[in-house]
């Protein structure tokens, strides 16, 4: 048990994270693009006595310190960084500056509370064993960064791996520390129709993909409500139909695409399964061929039990008050899931919504926004569980 005071260093240190999350919010940047953060966040850990790496997976930071109270493992605490083409419509004072992008995810308080725990473990570095890696990823959002992370070997050398996320689905003083699953493995999928075109007065003289594709998306649902175990979890969601040119012409071609998303191997092969042969089948029904691709960008995000007890446990010393959920599931998915498969971690969730003071948007909206009070929260449980694991590692 850690003698450290990380709740009460954490709230004085609010002013300190408030304003690195308000900075980064108005300079939001894209997945790889992220060159302004990045060099903050190295400037920021260099002045900490981090051995700083940049340009890892191009534009992401990895920041290693050892600890003086001896050998231990290594914890590496991954923080993202990428933002998203959005508008922003907050009309916040630290409103987004780049037109068409913002942080609509929490990802500028990632970052935030990031270099707010490199701080803390800097600060009492003669207190802990073993090293830390801090991973500020770029690229979360679909756009493969983590895999190239790893590619580039930020995990050699781990033991644990700590991840963790602002949440508005949840309020201000919620947390949720989960065994095993918490979120979803996501796969997307694109079908292309192919039919013979034709004027739309005389469909008898085509072979309509549009009738073929709307019937895919209708028999696609299917899946779920008749394929899969209804105590099991999936998602099949068609989110893209793309047809035509004109109003009177059948085009000879429809394309859709969308994603799968599960938390069992098993249901996730019955899903693919099922999803191909209904394209396949359900198009040749109406004189068409289809082509089905799937493709897998994420694992689910799996929680070691015992490296989430010591989450837990830290969590109900730090705030007592909380109320903690162990048992939180979401079919979000995320690619941390590739610095865990092989690593044990916990990947937790920080409440941050505040619908008194209409900061409960839900995540990759215009008007996202979060209640700052979840910053301190969110580093003071990071800097705990890591010292934790540091010095005591997990029980057997």
């Given at each position: 048990m850690s003698?450290?005071?990380?709740?009460?260093?954490?709230?004085?240190l609010f002013e300190y994270t408030r304003d690195l999350?308000?900075?980064?919010?108005?300079?939001?940047?894209?997945?790889?693009?992220?060159?302004?953060?990045?060099?903050i966040i190295a400037k920021t850990l260099r002045e900490?006595?981090?051995?700083?790496?940049?340009?890892?997976?191009?534009t992401g930071v990895v920041g290693f310190m050892r600890g003086g109270a001896g050998d231990g493992p290594t914890v590496l605490i991954r923080a993202d960084m990428d933002a998203l083409p959005i508008?922003?419509?907050?009309?916040?004072?630290?409103a987004s500056e780049n037109p068409g992008v913002m942080h609509a995810c929490g990802h500028d308080g990632h970052m935030a509370m990031g270099l707010t725990v490199a701080r803390m473990l800097a600060a009492h570095r003669e207190e802990w064993r073993g090293a830390v890696k801090l991973v500020f990823q770029p690229a979360e959002e679909g756009l493969g960064g983590a895999e190239s992370m790893v590619k580039e070997g930020v995990l050699v050398g781990v033991d644990y791996a700590l991840a963790m996320h602002l949440w508005n689905e949840k309020p201000l003083g919620w947390l949720g520390i989960t065994d095993g699953p918490t979120m979803a493995s996501a796969d997307i999928f694109s079908i292309d129709?192919?039919?013979?075109?034709?004027?739309?007065?005389?469909?008898?003289?085509?072979?309509?993909?549009?009738?073929a594709a709307s019937h895919v998306v209708t028999a696609l649902q299917s899946v779920v409500s008749r394929n899969v175990d209804p105590l099991e979890a999936a998602v099949v969601s068609v989110t893209i139909f793309k047809a035509g040119t004109a109003f009177n012409i059948i085009p000879k071609q429809a394309h859709l695409e969308g994603t799968i998303?599960?938390?069992?191997?098993?249901?996730?092969?019955?899903?693919?399964?099922?999803?191909?042969?209904?394209?396949?089948?359900?198009?040749?029904?109406?004189g068409c061929v289809s082509d089905v691709k799937i493709e897998n960008i994420s694992p689910a995000v799996i929680n070691d039990p015992k490296v989430a007890a010591v989450v837990r446990s830290a969590a109900a010393e730090l705030f007592p008050e909380a109320t903690v959920a162990s048992n939180h599931r979401t079919m979000g998915a995320e690619d941390m899931a590739?610095?865990?498969?092989?690593?044990?971690?916990?990947?937790?969730?920080?409440?941050?919504?505040n619908p008194q003071k209409g900061l409960d948007a839900p995540h990759h909206h215009p008007k996202f926004d979060f209640d700052e009070r979840a910053l301190p929260i969110g580093a003071a449980l990071m800097a705990a569980s890591a010292v934790r694991l540091l010095n005591e590692g997990v029980s057997e």
């Open positions: 003698t450290i005071d990380f709740r009460s260093e954490a709230e004085s999350r308000r900075d980064f919010h108005r300079h939001p940047e894209l997945g790889f693009q992220e060159h302004r953060s990045a060099g900490l006595g981090y051995d700083v790496t940049e340009g890892v997976a191009k508008q922003e419509e907050t009309g916040a004072e630290y129709l192919t039919g013979r075109g034709g004027h739309g007065a005389a469909p008898h003289l085509a072979t309509d993909p549009v009738l998303r599960t938390f069992d191997p098993e249901v996730t092969a019955e899903v693919r399964t099922r999803a191909r042969r209904i394209a396949l089948e359900v198009a040749q029904a109406f590739l610095m865990m498969r092989d690593i044990p971690g916990c990947y937790f969730f920080i409440g941050s919504a």
